[in-house]
């Protein structure tokens, strides 16, 4: 009984551990639970921008350069218009008005610099683009605003989740590990990869101050 309970400890010990690894790499990716206000509906009209390409959605994967673990997941979505689902993302930018871990107004210039802010000396980004119908993409865009907001470190889980509700993509499993979910999406026909690297400095803040003043100039 004594050993018994020893081997539980050791790995109720062993699972915690790796939970903590988790959030500390959610932490320093930029999967962090700020809460940023909510903009108005007059402010999200406003910047709403629609992208003239195929119905899309791109999962967008922070991986650290040294281990290969994920620390954040986001996930663009092209239809009626284009918004990028953030979740406890740390993004920030004075052109891009936000409400509950949505992104909106992502033009060409915007998702740039979503991928630049968060490839840093320590981690890079990679993006998987897959074309989908109408009604897919339409059906992603409906459970990404009325989502609601993410707690810290739950980004992959809460996409995983998500994109498990858009027929055609029931067999992705709920995880909360970032490349655990693009390794699922990497397996279905269609999807394009790339990867984006930058040197910068290991600052999110100063990243994300760099891009704002950019998108402002």
Same mark, same amino acid.
């Given at each position: 009984?004594? $050993?018994?309970?020893?081997? &539980?400890? &050791?790995?109720?010990?062993? &699972?915690?551990?790796?939970? *903590?690894?988790?959030?500390a790499a959610a932490l320093l990716a930029g999967c962090?639970?700020?809460?940023?206000?909510?903009?108005?509906a007059q402010t999200l009209a406003a910047a709403s921008?629609?992208?003239?390409?195929?119905?899309?959605?791109? $999962? !967008?994967?922070?991986?650290?350069?040294?281990?290969?673990? /994920?620390?954040?997941?986001?996930?663009?979505?092209?239809?009626?218009?284009?918004? !990028?689902?953030?979740?406890? /993302?740390?993004?920030?930018?004075?052109?891009?008005? @936000?409400?509950?871990?949505?992104?909106?107004? !992502?033009?060409? /210039?915007?998702?740039? #610099?979503?991928?630049?802010?968060? #490839?840093?000396?320590?981690?890079?980004?990679?993006?998987? &683009?897959? @074309?989908?119908?109408?009604?897919? #993409?339409?059906?992603?865009?409906?459970?990404?605003?009325?989502?609601?907001?993410?707690? /810290?470190?739950?980004? *992959?889980?809460?996409?995983?989740? $998500? $994109?498990?509700?858009?027929?055609g993509f029931e067999t992705i499993e709920h995880t909360?590990?970032?490349?655990?979910?693009?390794?699922?999406?990497?397996?279905?026909?269609?999807?394009?990869? @790339?990867?984006?690297?930058?040197?910068?400095?290991?600052?999110?803040?100063?990243?994300?101050?760099?891009?704002? @003043?950019?998108?402002?100039?």
């Amino acid at each position: 009984m004594i $050993l018994g309970n020893t081997s &539980r400890a &050791r790995t109720s010990g062993r &699972r915690g551990a790796a939970a *903590a690894l988790v959030v500390a790499a959610a932490l320093l990716a930029g999967c962090s639970e700020n809460k940023k206000p909510n903009a108005d509906a007059q402010t999200l009209a406003a910047a709403s921008y629609s992208h003239n390409g195929p119905p899309t959605l791109t $999962l !967008i994967t922070v991986i650290n350069n040294r281990t290969g673990n /994920g620390g954040h997941t986001g996930l663009m979505v092209n239809a009626s218009e284009r918004v !990028i689902f953030d979740p406890a /993302g740390s993004f920030y930018a004075d052109v891009v008005p @936000e409400r509950d871990d949505v992104l909106y107004g !992502i033009t060409p /210039g915007v998702a740039k #610099a979503y991928s630049s802010a968060h #490839a840093r000396s320590a981690w890079h980004v990679m993006t998987q &683009r897959i @074309e989908v119908t109408p009604a897919q #993409a339409q059906r992603a865009y409906e459970l990404v605003v009325s989502n609601g907001r993410v707690p /810290g470190a739950y980004c *992959a889980r809460s996409t995983s989740a $998500l $994109l498990a509700q858009i027929p055609g993509f029931e067999t992705i499993e709920h995880t909360f590990y970032p490349v655990k979910l693009a390794e699922q999406l990497a397996q279905f026909p269609g999807v394009v990869t @790339e990867t984006y690297y930058e040197d910068d400095e290991d600052d999110l803040q100063k990243a994300l101050a760099e891009g704002n @003043e950019a998108l402002n100039g």
